[in-house]
């Protein structure tokens, strides 16, 4: 039995970035994953402007472009009879990222191992220890090694062993409204991310490590069933929506296999006695955002400065301050409906003007919040 100051469980995009900055600030902390790095992880991996600085203030970024993944400047979203295109950036870091897991993840936990947390790999907890009270004490793992802390973080995704353990209640929950598949193409360059929205479907592609570019499209849960079995021909059917895209891809040669997923909405209570939840297992949207890994970096900032201040429940005040806007964005988004009135007039109204497109897609890479975007005022000088 060791005792620790901290325990993280989950060594991903939420639970190394928090396992290193803890143990920045002196805290003995350990963090376990059931899996061995480096390894991948079924995920699409945008990293937005956001997310890219909280790697640039820890020291990391340099570690992540030199794996070879190309800087991305420019977003593009193709509406069908309108395109916008622009920044997505802020002049102190104007690019967008989108490394492989199966290198992020490693950077990342090496990262908590150098700043002196220790590091378990392979590492199965089998049971979340409790007090006589409730409270959350340690972690046994399925070795039979016992650890305790007085305070164990559930970074481990939506399906969190500590977040069921705890029963932490969850709120704004929605059920599954898309269903996306990604694969890896090579013949296929592109600079930008590029977003393309038809009625009923959707896709993007953005350019990654060893000269590949990820595709994913989706279309609403619904219809999962009626298109799980031929993806290509669902995809092509999508993809000849938008003819210049379509043969583009033709071009393209397939380099992995097209891969699946389906994610609930939700919040859920991110603390209690002896216990907290960052990432996905304290917050959850779909994926069509791509807001996942950025999240998880800046909810892991908030969540150590909670620690260190000794201040849980303004970690939950300023996670759901700061998440919420984008996740009531992304809900609407993922509803695969066509644009309402107020949307057609402002993607009319900013479309060819370089500055209002640029705003427009710092409002897509989590740069603006949606709160601030949809203000009357910006609404308003936009429209104008």
């Not at 070879?68 to 622009?86: E, K, Q």
Request: glycine residues 10%; hydrophobic residues 40%; proline residues 7%.
């Amino acid at each position: 039995m060791t005792t620790y100051d901290v325990i993280v469980v989950g060594a991903r995009c939420a639970g190394s970035p928090l396992a290193m900055l803890l143990a920045r600030r002196g805290l003995r902390t350990l963090l376990v994953d059931r899996d061995t790095f480096p390894s991948d992880t079924v995920s699409t991996h945008v990293l937005h402007p956001p997310g890219v600085s909280a790697l640039q203030r820890w020291g990391l970024l340099d570690q992540v472009v030199a794996t070879g993944v190309p800087p991305v400047g420019r977003y593009s979203f193709d509406f069908g009879p309108v395109t916008l295109a622009g920044e997505p950036g802020t002049p102190e870091q104007p690019y967008a990222y989108a490394p492989r897991r199966v290198l992020l993840d490693k950077i990342l936990l090496d990262a908590a191992a150098a700043a002196g947390a220790e590091v378990r790999e392979g590492y199965t907890v089998e049971e979340i220890l409790t007090g006589d009270d409730g409270t959350v004490t340690g972690i046994r793992g399925k070795d039979g090694t016992v650890a305790h802390a007085p305070l164990v973080v559930g970074a481990d995704g939506r399906n969190s062993t500590v977040a069921k353990a705890v029963g932490a209640a969850a709120y704004e929950d929605r059920p599954p409204l898309t269903v996306g598949y990604y694969a890896y193409f090579s013949n296929l360059p592109t600079d930008t991310f590029e977003a393309y929205s038809r009625p009923g479907r959707g896709w993007a592609v953005c350019p990654t490590n060893d000269d590949l570019t990820m595709v994913i499209g989706g279309w609403p849960y619904e219809e999962l069933a009626a298109h799980r079995n031929d993806i290509d021909a669902t995809m092509t059917a999508m993809f000849a929506t938008a003819p210049g895209w379509a043969e583009r891809f033709a071009e393209a040669k397939q380099e992995s296999r097209w891969v699946g997923a389906s994610v609930h909405n939700y919040f859920r209570v991110p603390y209690g006695p002896g216990w907290a939840l960052v990432g996905d297992a304290g917050y959850s949207r779909d994926y069509i955002t791509a807001q996942g890994i950025t999240d998880a970096f800046l909810d892991a900032e908030l969540l150590a400065d909670a620690i260190a201040a000794g201040d849980l429940p303004g970690y939950q005040t300023a996670r759901d301050a700061r998440a919420m806007p984008h996740y009531q964005m992304t809900l609407g988004i993922a509803s695969l409906q066509p644009p309402d009135e107020q949307m057609v007039a402002l993607v009319g109204a900013i479309a060819g003007k370089p500055d209002k497109m640029d705003a427009f897609m710092r409002l897509n890479s989590g740069v603006t919040s949606p709160a601030e975007f949809f203000a009357p005022e910006n609404l308003g000088r936009l429209l104008s």
